[in-house]
């Protein structure tokens, strides 16, 4: 199995292409990383920056490279002792022009040899009709009358032009076309005509692609003729001068126009999300998964790829299988780790044939450690107070689901009702006492009721345990919804009680049903709770993260200890992850936001202080919209939930004391622009109400005006905060690199990273001061403790986080196996301030490693008035274990100590505010 030691995240697009990452090839090999950890790289929509619109996943993005560069590259790569894991996505593809296996099916419909590529009505039961083209601006009537819907000639085909989308008309339309003319056509075009009518008789799809094919190719050659283009020119013109002749033409294409609203009620293709732009594979099919995985395949067997990360594994019809089949085409030594969100107690089903996830439970794990749970309360009722609503979290994201689920999943639930009645699941007698629409509401609720983003059962009846838990989940549906008990004991009887005839056929009917049902769960809690309610309930949005909730408010350092004991034992391999391209904002901001917990009334009262302050810039007589979709009579302003939400991400994200703005009002204001249109509060449909956006606009300019009295007092407490910032990042990147897994850096994370939701964590790295403060210190570092002490001095410019990263990967690299097999022992902490510290060691065979890292450290350094590296921390020390050596090295500062099985606090926490130490 390939171990990567340590991963570093690069997000491909135009602007950061395979050239640019092979020059960067001595700087990622000098700190110390061991695998490139690439964004999907396959050919994607034009300009993509992410690389998850694929429309060929057989060839490299153009835009970022060849596929001889990337072979080149790994020989590169190889000669340095490096590798390469690549992100993959085979849940979705996009629904664009480029996508040549979607266009394909687009015209061809059912005679297309993709005709089962995707999950639409052509390859499964549980669509019906033609798919949906929801590119329409207006209604089709207005669409037309704005001649915003047009024929055009383009690309050897004829095609529909519609809102930057394009699509493909589909055969039997030519001939109609090909007669609008006035103008009689020639002998060629006539002619032409006559291939068309054998074409309509053929029903296999190669016979038909090679017939079609040699149609287009006759056309073209036509076309290029001066009087023959003219023809076909005139054609189109007089079509588009026609409007009932185009609407025509539109009624009889393999797909149907619609607008993006109709997509929120009815929708016939399965979608990443609620994205439309973005369509589902029907990965299922064994030629679907070999097709997608065709050059991923010859590029694994070539090593140019030694690992892969599956994007979206939830979306998958059967993850297990899907699974299953891709460890039997990568082989047993490929590294594959899928991107999974795991819920505060749910596990990774151990039978999946992965390394683990790529990493969100471990930040949150990491994120929760950092936040002193004591101030929980605190927090709350703070919250509670300034919203006026003491509205339950559990209600609060049944509410998002519910709210989701009506406004924009309604077609995706109505598919599932009617794939249910097609199923026969259930006797009509049953089904005839039910009030019109019970059947439907009660799928809904069960579906809002889901805990996780889904459950995994692929045999039917279904185990007992996962029996169980739909078990109590249907009863709760009955609790709260006493009038769809019917309706829920129907249910019951299909899924959990099998009939009296039940045989293998029902069976697997009741098993493509409960797949399809989970299906749709894990976009509803993505969109409900992810991409709502994190924007939504702003009580402390340090944990509103991917991967981490709302509901969780620390944890304590025993439940960390075995977290991490667990680790060790089952996913060793997995990916540590403190921040990615969708979390929602960056490890640093995270880890300051985080010392609010420390400081809570100090925090608190000042937020009350800059309420008082920014009084003016707010309405007066305001209350908490408690549900989505719905906006205040005054809302010309940021209501109070809104501006706690600034205030607190004002704090987390602002650029360390005297270091570059980077760009931050600007940056600031389309982060918020985002996070209201995600909130859902203030918006119709997806769009945010000008007034009141305006207003959030208006209010944050005049906070970031460094002229007034907010931002001279916000200065003050954010010079503070920071330094304690500083600290929890340190912690965090510590813990990454040597608890159980594999510590990944997100591109440019080596330094601060304090941005935000992307687009902002996508921008640019600036790789060449990176690179500078590597030449610096390579110069200087043998100065050892002076050294480290010169960096903290000036710890805002980023550089302490740097070399801290560059020391702990060339420790990866020189003892990777003491890191994979390592052992995780909890180490107990004595002493006056024992709470204050977490403390553990990695051993193999006689090789030993200590941490030591400080716990809510702002509360010491304002109980005793010192900065972080002069607390004192009295008789505080670490237990070493019986059979563990006692002399001890700090691998950060150089100092050296043996004290026996105990080691002071005091001696290894001074220069830097974390330790290191070999054993030994």
Not at 372 to 386: A, K, N, P, T, V
Not at 469 to 478: A, C, E, F
Request: hydrophobic share 40%; net charge negative.
């Amino acid at each position: 199995m390939y171990n990567p030691i340590a991963t570093y995240r690069i997000q491909f697009n135009k602007d950061f292409t395979l050239t640019h990452l092979e020059s960067l090839l001595p700087y990622l090999q000098t700190i110390g990383i061991t695998t490139i950890y690439a964004s999907p790289i396959f050919a994607a929509t034009p300009e993509s920056t992410h690389g998850y619109d694929g429309v060929d996943p057989n060839h490299i993005n153009p835009e970022i490279g060849t596929i001889e560069q990337l072979r080149a590259l790994t020989q590169r790569l190889h000669r340095a002792g490096m590798g390469w894991l690549q992100d993959i996505v085979p849940n979705h593809m996009a629904y664009h022009v480029n996508n040549e296996w979607l266009t394909d099916m687009l015209e061809k419909g059912p005679v297309s040899r993709f005709a089962q590529f995707f999950d639409t009505s052509l390859a499964s039961s549980f669509f019906r009709g033609r798919i949906i083209a929801p590119f329409l601006p207006e209604s089709m009537e207005e669409t037309l009358a704005q001649g915003k819907l047009t024929l055009a000639y383009e690309q050897d085909r004829l095609v529909f032009k519609i809102g930057g989308n394009t699509l493909p008309l589909k055969p039997g339309s030519y001939e109609a076309v090909l007669q609008a003319n006035i103008v009689e056509a020639n002998d060629a075009v006539r002619q032409l005509l006559t291939v068309l009518s054998p074409l309509r008789q053929l029903d296999e799809p190669e016979a038909y692609t090679l017939a079609w094919d040699e149609f287009r190719e006759q056309l073209t050659s036509l076309v290029n003729t001066p009087q023959t283009g003219q023809y076909v020119a005139d054609c189109v013109k007089a079509i588009n001068g026609d409007s009932a002749t185009l609407r025509r033409l539109a009624d009889e294409q393999h797909y149907r126009f619609c607008t993006e609203p109709e997509t929120r009620l009815a929708i016939n293709y399965r979608r990443f999300f609620a994205v439309n732009s973005l369509i589902c594979l029907n990965m299922g099919d064994e030629l679907v998964f070999e097709k997608v995985h065709s050059l991923t395949k010859e590029l694994i067997d070539e090593d140019v790829f030694q690992g892969l990360r599956v994007d979206h594994v939830d979306g998958l019809f059967d993850p297990a299988q899907y699974l299953k089949r891709l460890r039997e085409l990568t082989g047993k030594d490929t590294y594959v780790v899928v991107e999974k969100i795991l819920q505060a107690t749910e596990r990774l089903p151990e039978s999946w044939p992965v390394q683990g996830t790529s990493g969100y439970d471990f930040l949150a794990i990491v994120n929760n450690v950092l936040t002193d749970g004591r101030s929980e309360s605190i927090f709350r009722e703070f919250y509670q107070g300034l919203i006026g609503s003491d509205t339950s979290l559990s209600k609060r994201i049944r509410d998002r689901k519910a709210y989701f689920l009506a406004q924009f999943m309604g077609g995706e639930l109505d598919n599932l009702y009617q794939y249910f009645l097609s199923l026969n699941l259930a006797d009509e007698v049953n089904l005839e006492t039910l009030a019109a629409g019970e059947l439907k509401l009660a799928i809904g609720e069960l579906l809002i009721e889901c805990p996780v983003y889904r459950y995994y059962g692929n045999q039917f009846p279904m185990p007992d345990d996962e029996a169980k838990v739909i078990r109590n989940l249907l009863k709760t549906v009955k609790e709260n919804s006493p009038n769809l008990a019917m309706a829920v004991r129907v249910l019951d009887g299909a899924l959990l009680t099998k009939p009296p005839v039940a045989d293998k056929d029902y069976n697997q009917r009741a098993l493509r049903f409960y797949q399809r049902l989970m299906q749709f769960s894990s976009p509803l809690m993505a969109k409900g709770v992810e991409d709502t309610l994190l924007y939504t309930y702003n009580c402390f949005i340090g944990h509103n993260e991917v991967g981490d909730s709302p509901e969780r408010f620390g944890i304590s350092v025993d439940a960390f200890h075995r977290a991490m004991e667990d680790r060790q034992k089952h996913w060793p391999l997995a990916q540590n992850t403190t921040a990615t391209h969708d979390t929602k904002r960056g490890e640093d901001v995270r880890a300051r936001l985080n010392v609010l917990t420390d400081l809570a009334d100090e925090w608190l009262t000042e937020v009350q202080h800059w309420q008082e302050l920014n009084r003016s810039l707010i309405p007066k007589d305001e209350s908490e919209v408690d549900s989505p979709g719905e906006t205040t009579e005054t809302a010309d302003r940021p209501d109070l939930n809104d501006e706690y939400f600034i205030y607190q991400n004002l704090l987390g994200a602002y650029p360390m004391p005297g270091q570059d703005e980077d760009d931050f009002p600007n940056r600031f204001h389309i982060y918020l622009e985002k996070a209201l249109q995600e909130a859902k509060r203030h918006t119709i449909g997806w769009v945010v109400d000008d007034t009141y956006q305006e207003g959030v606009r208006r209010f944050t300019e005049q906070l970031l005006d460094q002229k007034s009295a907010f931002w001279k007092r916000f200065q003050v407490f954010h010079r503070s905060i920071a330094d304690f910032g500083i600290v929890n990042s340190l912690t965090q990147t510590l813990l990454k690199f040597t608890c159980p897994g594999v510590p990944d850096i997100y591109q440019g994370g080596e330094g601060w990273d304090l941005s935000l939701v992307d687009p902002d964590n996508r921008r640019p790295v600036d790789f060449a001061t990176r690179q500078e403060w590597l030449a610096d210190g390579m110069a200087h570092q043998q100065a050892g403790e002076s050294f480290w002490a010169e960096l903290w001095q000036h710890r805002f410019d980023g550089r302490i986080k740097f070399w801290l990263t560059r020391t702990l990967l060339q420790e990866r690299q020189q003892n990777a196996t003491l890191f994979l097999k390592g052992d995780y022992v909890p180490l107990a902490v004595h002493g006056t301030y024992h709470d204050h510290v977490l403390a553990f060691a990695r051993q193999h065979e006689l090789a030993w490693y200590v941490v030591v890292v400080p716990l809510y450290a702002a509360q010491l350094c304002r109980q005793q008035n010192q900065d972080v590296v002069s607390i004192d921390w009295k008789d505080t020390h670490v237990l070493l274990p019986n059979n563990a050596p006692s002399a001890w090295t700090n691998q950060l500062s150089g100092l050296t100590g043996d004290e026996g099985h105990s080691v002071a606090v005091k001696r290894v926490l001074t220069t830097l505010p974390v330790a290191l130490l070999r054993l030994g």
